[in-house]
């Protein structure tokens, strides 16, 4: 019986999460969210680049955010709610370009997906202990001008395309910038889309379409590491969720340390006026009190 019984669960497990089998497999159509208004996501910039080495591993065609101390060790955090109203947070470890774009929203599709992949932070209890959060790329004419005052439109690139082949670079100034126009978020429990998917992980998506020339496009695809998309997979009974995107921006470009230092300033003048109020109370007490016993003796 205890035989038949291990039998039941390594077939159930494998159907669980091995690629294109399992309950809750990425990447999938988004056709429907519930909105829900006490879902947050924030994504704290401070790196203005984060750097990545290409992985040796040529199936999952990664790249990798080493702890090597010539470099700056990333700080890009994404802190919110995943799909079941759980508090997580995650530090990126490695990211991937994925062309065509394996996610669709609203039936939408785009051309290139950028996913960075991040670990649980130690402080959070969390079953998952990886992350994923998508941005959507599509082509746009290069040469599009503005209807109302006939200016060209000059798209940030987000990518440094001059670097060495085994490096790239994500420009996280003009990331963090596109991004204060959007403030949505869609996430749900979905799995990795390399090796055997046999990890279930939390998706977070960006609704929001980055766009990029067809000169860029091409230089990526033809000089980068692309994955190539996995086949979208069935909902089935899973939570997908809309929530509500904050940035808080801390690049060179947003980062102003006069007014820094006149916050914290201000907050440290409001914090010791509390705690003088607070000792005035007390004293004013003690008086009351003694007062109060003087008067009893009499």
């Known amino acids: 019986m205890f035989y038949i019984l291990l039998l039941i669960s390594q077939v159930y497990s494998q159907d669980e999460y091995l690629c294109g089998k399992g309950e809750r497999q990425s990447p999938i159509s988004i056709t429907d969210t519930f909105d829900a208004k006490y879902y947050k996501l924030e994504l704290r910039f401070k790196d203005d680049v984060l750097v990545g080495l290409r992985e040796e ?171 190539n998309p996995n086949p979208l997979q069935e909902i089935r009974k899973r939570r997908i969720v809309r929530g509500s995107l904050i940035i808080e921006d801390e690049t060179s470009a947003n980062y102003n340390p006069i007014y820094r230092f006149l916050s914290l300033t201000f907050i440290a003048f409001l914090f010791f006026l509390i705690f003088a109020l607070f000792i005035k109370e007390q004293r004013e007490k003690r008086r009351m009190d003694q007062a109060k016993k003087f008067k009893s003796g009499n």
């Open 57 to 227: 591993d040529t199936e999952s065609k990664r790249y990798i955010f080493t702890d090597d101390p010539s470099r700056q060790i990333p700080e890009f955090r994404m802190l919110g709610h995943d799909p079941h109203g759980l508090m997580v947070g995650y530090r990126p470890t490695e990211f991937q370009l994925i062309a065509p774009a394996e996610h669709q929203i609203f039936e939408q599709s785009f051309d290139l997906e950028l996913v960075i992949w991040g670990d649980l932070l130690n402080i959070y209890k969390n079953p998952n202990i990886k992350g994923g959060l998508s941005f959507f790329f599509k082509i746009t004419n290069q040469d599009e001008t503005n209807q109302d005052n006939e200016t060209t439109i000059s798209y940030p690139q987000i990518f440094n395309l001059t670097e060495d082949g085994d490096q790239l670079s994500i420009n996280m100034i003009n990331l963090a910038s596109h991004l204060k126009g959007n403030d949505k978020y869609i996430t749900y429990r979905g799995s990795l889309t390399w090796g055997d998917c046999d990890e279930i992980v939390d998706r977070f998506l960006i609704p929001q379409v980055f766009p990029i020339t067809q000169d860029q496009y091409d230089q990526i695809v033809s000089q980068k590491q692309i994955s």
